[in-house]
């Protein structure tokens, strides 16, 4: 993707320090696998991380901040979005400034966006990538990773007994609480929505490749410690956390997941997105009975020729659930793993 040069993007008066970009997650799902639209810098390409698609809002041009997002995206990878929710406005350290730097601060407003791709769909400037690569903890539908057993756990209880220096900011929950509140350590249970905590907690306890470019006191103790999930420039691995979090959460009592799904599906595909979603295992008659209760979908009455197995019903989404009900998703309990 072309990246807008810094003068262009300068939204106050230069005296100011200060640009305003959008930050997009834009997230669709091929073949039960999430995945999302990364920037992968040509210049540089091995050394370089990858990062999300990102622009200036230039308020001559845009009327609002999603049209803004909207222009920009279509512009520069051929995407038209559909569901556009924004996340947060980010800031802090790990944004864009550099050592030496003398250029304005970056404040990006981050954005969780949906669409749907074809498999031999592209995008101009970026690529489709399995957003687990960046968050390989968080995708349990074949049980717990081991990547958590043997690798995460022993090092997050090694730093929970380590002393705190001065100078951190201070928690409401001493750390071994908190690795049971973000974790699920202890049998404590796993929340799927906890994604944006973990990756903070990972963060904190010097344990991911950003923690060691943004100068982390505690990153410097740990050796020989592999890479925990694909990096992401600046702070952009924070910003898919939050968009991870926010639709697994989203899901539960707004409609969105449809906003991934082609116009007729089966049960069974819907489902699985849900689950990729998630990154947990459902029970398969149990969420049948809860999407059909919820009048979710509705059959089509065609049926689709499943390879191995009977045909199965094709059903589609019921806009009407819209006013029927102030909450209609798919509220699906996810079970340990």
Request: net charge neutral; with cysteine.
């Amino acid at each position: 993707m072309t990246r807008v040069p810094q003068t262009d993007r300068i939204l106050n008066s230069p005296k100011s320090g200060l640009e305003i970009g959008l930050n997009a997650a834009i997230l669709s799902v091929h073949e039960n696998r999430p995945q999302i639209v990364v920037v992968r810098p040509k210049e540089n390409a091995g050394q370089a991380w990858d990062s999300l698609p990102f622009g200036p809002f230039a308020p001559l041009a845009h009327q609002t901040l999603e049209i803004g997002l909207r222009s920009w995206v279509k512009e520069q990878t051929g995407l038209e979005l559909g569901y556009v929710e924004q996340l947060y406005t980010f800031g802090d350290r790990g944004r864009h400034a550099q050592q030496s730097d003398t250029g304005p601060h970056i404040v990006s407003v981050g954005y969780l966006a949906l669409t749907r791709i074809q498999p031999e769909q592209s995008v101009s400037g970026g690529v489709w990538h399995g957003w687990y690569s960046y968050f390989p903890w968080e995708d349990r539908r074949e049980g717990k990773p081991e990547i958590l057993s043997n690798i995460i756990e022993p090092r997050l209880r090694e730093w929970a007994k380590r002393d705190d220096p001065g100078g951190v900011a201070i928690r409401p929950f001493e750390r071994q609480a908190r690795l049971r509140i973000c974790f699920g350590m202890d049998d404590a249970g796993w929340d799927e929505e906890k994604v944006l905590e973990r990756y903070e907690l990972l963060h904190e306890a010097g344990l991911v490749a950003e923690a060691i470019r943004d100068g982390r006191g505690s990153a410097i103790p740990w050796t020989g410690l592999p890479q925990l999930g694909t990096p992401m420039q600046f702070d952009h691995r924070r910003i898919l956390a939050t968009a991870m979090g926010r639709l697994r959460g989203k899901i539960k009592y707004r409609p969105v997941i449809f906003e991934l799904m082609p116009e007729s599906f089966t049960l069974f595909e819907l489902q699985k997105t849900v689950e990729a979603i998630s990154g947990s295992h459902l029970h398969k008659q149990n969420f049948r009975r809860l999407v059909e209760h919820a009048g979710l979908v509705e059959e089509t009455g065609h049926m689709r020729t499943m390879t191995g197995g009977r045909p199965a019903k094709l059903f589609h989404f019921r806009p009407e659930v819209l006013q029927e009900r102030p909450a209609p998703g798919v509220r699906v309990t996810v079970g340990r793993a």
